[in-house]
């Protein structure tokens, strides 16, 4: 009779384990985004390469990007600076709203660009 007990002791403790690691696996967005040390190459290109660059690039720009090469830095800034830019993510007035008949980006994403910009949105 002891060892069905032993199994089920066993068998609820790696059940009790491995739902506290889900947990910590799988936190809510906000506890997750990581804004530490926030700079162009690191945190912010591959946010435009996934999202952005299949309209915005070098090679796509002349037919689905509107002309807005976002590659470029340059012209990429000129965008910033008026805050088109951020308010084309936001999908507020100031902006088109992009990605153009996509998903908004995540919170996480939207927040990174913020301080991005915030500290004077650096090509670093
Ligand atoms: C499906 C193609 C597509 C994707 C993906 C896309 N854009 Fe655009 N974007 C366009 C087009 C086309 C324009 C030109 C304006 C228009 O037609 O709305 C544009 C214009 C812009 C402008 C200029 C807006 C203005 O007010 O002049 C900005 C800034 C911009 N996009 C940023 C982004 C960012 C940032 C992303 C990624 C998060 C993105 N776009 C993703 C197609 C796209």
């Given at each position: ?19 506290d ?26 946010i435009?390469q996934t999202?952005?660059?299949g309209?915005?690039?070098t ?7 509107g ?6 830095f ?6 910033v ?15 088109k ?6 998903v ?21």
């Amino acid at each position: 009779m002891k060892k069905p007990l032993w199994i089920l002791l066993i068998a609820s403790l790696i059940a009790g384990c491995y739902y506290d690691n889900e947990e910590r696996l799988y936190p809510k967005l906000d506890q997750a985004c990581d804004t530490v040390g926030v700079a162009f190459a690191k945190t912010i290109l591959p946010i435009l390469q996934t999202n952005c660059y299949g309209c915005h690039s070098t090679t796509e720009n002349a037919n689905s990007g509107g002309s807005n090469n976002l590659e470029d830095f340059t012209i990429l800034k000129q965008l910033v600076d008026p805050g088109k830019f951020y308010g084309s993510i936001v999908q507020d007035p100031s902006g088109k709203p992009m990605p153009k008949g996509g998903v908004k980006l995540d919170t996480c994403a939207i927040t990174k660009i913020k301080i991005w910009i915030d500290h004077g949105a650096l090509n670093n």
